[in-house]
């Protein structure tokens, strides 16, 4: 179990301690089980008591059963014997038991279980004659007495151990959740865990070579905190202590999983595809830890269900994929020596370490008690924490790490077409250390075909992802990269590429910009200038400097004539005769200057519109340039929406319609997170203006799918998505999740710097939902904003002077077009 349930009540009376356990390892068992009888007198009044047959006696089953009978007979006692096929399903287990049976002296049944059939009764709760159980109740006595009778066995399963952990990586794993959202729809999978049901979370508990795990309670449950509350705590103190060498991976499905990730048709059964499907990603981490060529083992260990996954399960498909992995990693420069020295199926009270992954799986729900949540922030801060999306972990990183062994290069290029919600969610660690490695192995070559193709992809999600992690893997690095490579245009490419990406990060450009020699530059391409120039201008967007100086464009031949305002920019794009995509791209970035300033002259709107128009249909490389200038429209109109439903229809026109008739077969509004923020503004501002009713359709498909924009994607993209969707939700009295806010608080953790653009819009959403609707600490907050307008540039805080001297005024006031 992984959630404890909220509000349990139950008219039950407390659970009762364990039962006592005698353990007979004797010749003369009769003898020894009297004396101790003799010895406890009147323990029958106490507790059911187990008596158990120890393997290093020459009694005989038989001879046993009958010793229990004829003592019971004596008595007047009861008694229940554990079933003979318990042999077979708890084979280590009976290793070290051969047979065990519960003495007890019955007592009255509740008044309501009274007709209840094979039921016997100690303390108000059941002992099953059947070895059925007894509905009402998570207490019986056979079952407590069936965890204490198998723990006898830990002590030698732990010597057994010891022997053979010193060169021996354990992967213990099991499942929590039943996967119904899983299931095909042919299999009437409709994408959700169902009534009740948690989602599935498959968790690995990776233990090192050499590392001593005590025993948990063979019948642990997390679940039941009241019955194991002290033996988690034990089990999470020893996982805290043992800190990287006992560490966890955790693969949980979304809330709601779409057809493509889901499972074939007729696969019910889901743990050997999640565990063919995630242990690659495990295995690629211990290679990572791996001293080369050391002789090393990999055990797994995971928990049966069902018959496809039970005891004696044929461990030859995963032996086969242990081999393609090391292969694979041997390509990439791994020098591993590693095998697969066994798959061990056990059920859950077979192994004294089979509950480590129920300890760690509680943590992921969302009740966890006060007294467990720093042992949760511990362990989960050392954890890997992932989505579960089969597609991507079945054929998409197969693929990847495929073209990362052989061509390095194509692996990044691949990337770009990814989904983008893929990428996202596999970022980090996975994708960004697969780029890392990738980067380390670039040849000079290398890096000139990926700045030229950065050049077309830079501004795409997955693009910015690429080159924000290529300015990670940079820092420090960056003049030895630029000393090798083959030219000056290409040392301008680069320095233009990592510029880029800060400029789209709200970050610093200067010291990427002043990198550029100026000899250099003289002797790039032309549209080398052309960028260096442009990012210069943009820049100035970071510090909310909206005005448009065209004179820098007109001295390096980007423009005819000089333009001050929508009616001279659209006159010029008429003017143009078949301009190519480099010149539309210019038109594109003077766009966006007059979209931010705003402006409420008629002439100008009607100027700006044509323009957006022309942008939108233009025949550009890729469709999503068209669709990304259909996302532009829609912000720029929705500036005007509050009081002109003109203006309204014209931006739900273009992301309702216009956008979709550039999508491809096979593509979605999914495939551009960019739609996602505009979309929620659009409704939200549609509904409260009154242009929108509650029931209208495409709102209902748009909140079923925008909160996994507040959670994934570029970082722009995920603080206007929760932002506009909490105003969306309250205005539809629906109570957005936590998770929602939580994300746009957090967001601040990935600035490049707390000024400017980013921490600026930061502050004017956070600000705005605490006036609205209460989030947060509004004293706290102002603070915050006057100590992010200290930090940034001049025109920073000449945009929010007015905030500033005038605290009614909400920063968010002073926000336009795609910054809104």
């Not at 301690?17 to 101790?36: G, M, S, W």
């Amino acid at each position: 179990g992984r959630v404890k349930p909220k509000n349990a009540r139950t008219n039950l009376p407390n659970t009762p301690r364990d039962p006592f356990v005698v353990e007979l390892n004797a010749l003369d068992v009769n003898e020894l089980a009297l004396k101790f009888l003799n010895e406890n007198d009147g323990w029958e009044a106490e507790t059911p008591l187990a008596i158990v047959l120890n393997q290093k006696t020459s009694v005989s089953v038989v001879a046993f059963e009958n010793f229990i009978k004829s003592f019971s007979s004596s008595r007047d006692l009861s008694y229940v014997l554990e079933e003979t096929k318990s042999s077979k399903k708890y084979p280590l287990t009976y290793n070290h038991i051969q047979f065990w049976g519960l003495i007890y002296a019955p007592q009255e049944a509740p008044e309501s279980f009274k007709m209840t059939k094979k039921v016997d009764w100690f303390d108000s709760f059941p002992i099953p004659i059947n070895g059925r159980k007894v509905d009402g109740f998570n207490f019986d006595w056979m079952r407590a007495a069936r965890g204490r009778v198998h723990d006898l066995a830990h002590p030698s399963l732990l010597a057994e151990e010891l022997k053979l952990t010193q060169n021996e990586w354990i992967l213990i794993g099991d499942e929590t959740g039943a996967g119904h959202e899983l299931l095909h729809a042919d299999n009437k999978g409709e994408g959700v865990p169902g009534s009740m049901r948690k989602n599935l979370a498959y968790i690995w508990v990776l233990v090192q070579p050499g590392t001593k795990l005590p025993a948990t309670p063979s019948d642990f449950h997390a679940m039941d905190q009241k019955s194991y509350k002290i033996d988690h705590l034990q089990a999470l103190d020893t996982l805290v202590g043992l800190g990287q060498n006992c560490i966890s991976f955790i693969f949980e499905s979304p809330d709601f999983v779409e057809e493509e990730e889901r499972h074939p048709r007729g696969q019910d059964t889901h743990v050997p595809l999640v565990i063919r499907n995630t242990l690659p990603i495990v295995i690629d981490y211990i290679s990572k830890q791996i001293d080369s060529n050391t002789p090393q083992k990999i055990r797994i260990m995971s928990e049966g269900i069902g018959v496809d996954w039970s005891p004696g399960t044929d461990a030859g498909f995963l032996t086969s994929e242990l081999r393609k992995w090391i292969s694979n990693l041997k390509d990439r420069g791994y020098d591993l020596n590693l095998t697969l020295s066994g798959l061990q199926i056990h059920p859950k009270m077979d192994h004294p370490w089979m509950n480590y992954p129920d300890a760690v799986g509680f943590l992921t729900g969302d009740d966890v008690p006060p007294y467990l949540q720093d042992y949760r922030n511990q362990i989960m801060s050392s954890s890997v924490q992932l989505p579960y999306l089969s597609s991507f972990l079945s054929t998409v990183y197969p693929k990847m790490v495929q073209q990362l062994s052989q061509k390095p290069l194509e692996f990044i290029q691949s990337l770009i077409d990814v989904e983008t919600k893929q990428i996202a969610a596999y970022r980090d660690p996975v994708i960004s250390e697969m780029c890392m490695e990738a980067f380390s192995r670039f040849s000079p070559i290398d890096w000139r075909t990926f700045n030229e193709f950065m050049v077309l992809h830079q501004r795409r999600p997955n693009g910015r992802l690429i080159s924000k992690i290529l300015a990670i893997f940079m820092q420090g690095k960056l003049g030895h990269v630029l000393e090798t490579l083959l030219s000056d245009a290409d040392r301008v490419n680069m320095c233009l590429t990592l510029g880029w990406q800060m400029e789209q990060q709200g970050g610093d450009i200067s010291s990427y910009l002043n990198r550029i020699d100026a000899d250099w530059l003289s002797r790039s391409p032309e549209r080398m200038r052309h960028s260096w120039l442009s990012l210069l201008i943009m820049s100035k967007q970071n510090v909310f400097d909206f005005e448009f100086r065209s004179e820098a464009f007109v001295s390096a031949g980007l423009l005819l004539d000089e333009v001050s305002n929508p009616n001279d920019l659209y006159h010029q794009l008429n003017a143009a005769n078949g301009p190519e995509s480099i010149d539309m791209a210019v038109f594109a970035k003077i766009f966006t200057f007059f979209a931010f300033d705003k402006s409420n002259i008629a002439g100008h709107k009607s100027s700006l519109a044509k323009v957006n128009a022309r942008l939108m249909n233009h025949p550009w490389a890729h469709q999503r340039e068209n669709r990304r200038h259909a996302i532009y429209g829609a912000e720029w109109a929705l500036d005007y929406s509050r009081d002109s439903p003109e203006y309204f229809s014209f931006a739900r026109q273009r992301l309702l319609q216009h956008y979709n008739q550039f999508l491809g077969s096979g593509e979605s509004n999914r495939d551009d997170p960019f739609w996602w923020p505009a979309a929620a503004r659009m409704y939200f501002l549609g509904l409260q203006s009154g242009y929108l009713k509650q029931d209208d359709g495409s709102l209902q498909t748009f909140l079923q799918h925008a909160p996994l924009y507040a959670e994934q994607g570029p970082l722009i993209v995920r603080m206007r998505v929760s932002f506009w969707l909490i105003k969306l939700m309250s205005e539809l009295n629906i109570e957005p999740s936590s998770a929602i806010y939580e994300s746009l608080v957090e967001a601040e953790q990935e600035f490049v710097v707390d000024k400017n653009v980013y921490s600026l819009l930061h502050s004017s959403y956070l600000i705005d939902l605490n006036h609205h609707y209460g989030y947060g600490d509004s004293e706290l907050l102002r603070s915050q904003f006057l100590y992010r307008i200290s930090a940034s540039d001049e025109q920073t805080a000449a945009h929010f002077k007015s905030c500033v001297e005038d605290e009614a005024l909400l920063p968010s006031s002073l926000l336009s077009f795609n910054y809104s």
